[in-house]
Nanobody
């Protein structure tokens, strides 16, 4: 498994922006599909965005499409989530996740086997 650590969460006003980062240790992320998920209080963990190991394919939840962008920097072994035009309903704990090396894109949390500890994002309205 890959060890993942998220950073960049915080409190922001509606309409503002935040950039989350996910750093890996122990192993390179270069051959892993990477995803971001989030979980609001009392709700199931849900898919946000995913990026292929080559970074040529991405997918987003409809609720964030056009506002969030997922990128990866192989040299730094990191994955980022740029979040713009934030809304109160984006408030959640955001998790970075890695799928096993060589697997295809997936939006299912059950397909990811390494997870970070999460970072809180709070959007005030």
């Amino acid at each position: 498994q890959v060890q993942l650590v998220e950073s960049g969460g915080g409190l922001v006003q509606a309409g503002g922006s935040l950039r989350l980062s996910c750093a890996a240790s122990g192993r390179t992320l270069s051959s892993h599909v990477m995803g971001w998920f989030r979980q609001a209080p009392g709700k199931e963990r849900e898919f946000v965005a995913v990026i292929s190991w080559s970074a040529d394919s991405t997918s987003y939840a409809d609720s964030v499409k056009g506002r969030f962008t997922i990128t990866r920097e192989k040299a730094k072994n990191t994955v980022a989530l740029q979040m713009n035009s934030l809304k109160a309903e984006d408030t959640a704990v955001y998790y970075c996740a890695a799928r096993g090396a060589g697997w295809a894109l997936s939006e299912s949390k059950d397909d990811f086997d390494s997870w970070g500890q999460g970072t809180q994002v709070t959007v005030s309205s």
